[in-house]
């Protein structure tokens, strides 16, 4: 095969010659690798083909044929050097800053991994692998890609982000993973892990039937998690539709649950659905619950509008304290709004329950007890504040 050398002395677990394969599959057979990904191709017959292009041009033995075409089943199959980190469940995120700089965050604390690539030429047929096998374009036009890989891995769904060195100050791309377990915890285990007790769980389960419900905090702070859990406790008889913008929140159990993701446009591909246009369309669903997974921008407004009609809603949005978040969410509303900001600042008084969330627990319960004229500002109460020994 062109394009393809012929190596005749050569170990097979070389990574090397590994990596030769992989460039063989990411450009001349890319074909075989989309159709493997579209699943037009099975994984069974996928893997026979590979033994006979390694058969064919990679005469290295039988033996050491057979464990190079093993290493390249875990590499295409799984995430090369990176699986024993996506594998492990105590790891949230992978953060790769360079070939030779891996770092993940392990039960909420960031650190240094003990894996490396080889050098920066293994690290970027890395990248360009991932790109093709998730169908996605890394051109110049696309320097800065997020993806969702919900097939590959039995426990997780991954979220990428990936920016590549058009935009980025160094020489090597920056990739970024979040693993979004597929069976995430339920209420119950949130008790054990001590995000919150058991009367406080009773307390929001409650809430977030009667009323709609915000959820704030920083980064990694348990906000979707909680979410996640709570959507769970909705009774079988009520419709919910959840709109996000990355695929993290799922369902277990519940039996009337659509989720829908924004779809970003790229340079070739103009199509795009933000989650602007998908809460649009959501409303006309004939819902009884209305969650948008994180609250970024003109959404707002929708779900403001949805919310003070009567329409239960939950939403999740970045804020550093609780009183900050509603003037947040306000902020996002007003891109798109001809409302004054009192007005939807009186219009978030429908958000009954504001919930803060840091380092993976429930810090402080707020509930809404009306807008204020004479002061111009929501009024709440304080109905929890977690105490700690």
Known sequence: MEGCDIRTECDAADGDLLQELVNDYTTQKQQSLMQMKRGQLSREDFMAEAADHIASYYPVGEEAGKKLLEAFEQYIFGYSRLSQLIDDRMISDIRVVSYDNIRIKKKGRRQASDVVFDSPREYR?????????????????????????????????????????????????YLCIRKVPRVFPQMKDLIEQEMLDRETAELLISRFRQGST????????????????????????????????????????????????SLPGTGEQQVSYDLEHISIAGLTMDVDFFIIGEVKGAEALYLLNAAYTGQLCAATIHAPSADRAPDKLVDY?????????????????????????????????FECQGWSAEKRNLIYKKIYQEVRD
Do not use: W
Not at 161 to 166: G, I
Not at 221 to 244: I, R
Not at 337 to 358: G, N, P, V
């Open 214 to 261: 915000l959820i704030c905090g920083g980064n990694s702070s348990g906000k979707t998690t909680l979410l996640n859990a709570l959507k769970e406790t909705l009774p079988d008889d009520m419709a919910v539709l959840v709109a996000q913008q990355a695929d993290e929140l799922t369902t277990m159990f519940h039996p009337d649950m659509m989720f829908l993701h």
């Open 333 to 365: 509303a007003m891109y798109e709004s001809r409302y004054s900001r009192d007005e939807l600042m009186k219009m978030m008084d429908c958000f009954q329950t504001l919930i803060f969330m840091e380092h993976f627990r429930v810090k402080e319960i």
């Open 125 to 173: 047929q890395f990248i360009d692998y991932i790109a093709t096998r998730n169908q996605v374009n890394i051109s110049n036009l696309n320097a800065i890609q997020r993806f969702t890989d919900n097939e590959s891995h039995p426990d997780f769904i991954l979220r990428f982000t990936l920016s590549m060195p058009l935009v980025n100050t160094y020489s090597e791309p």
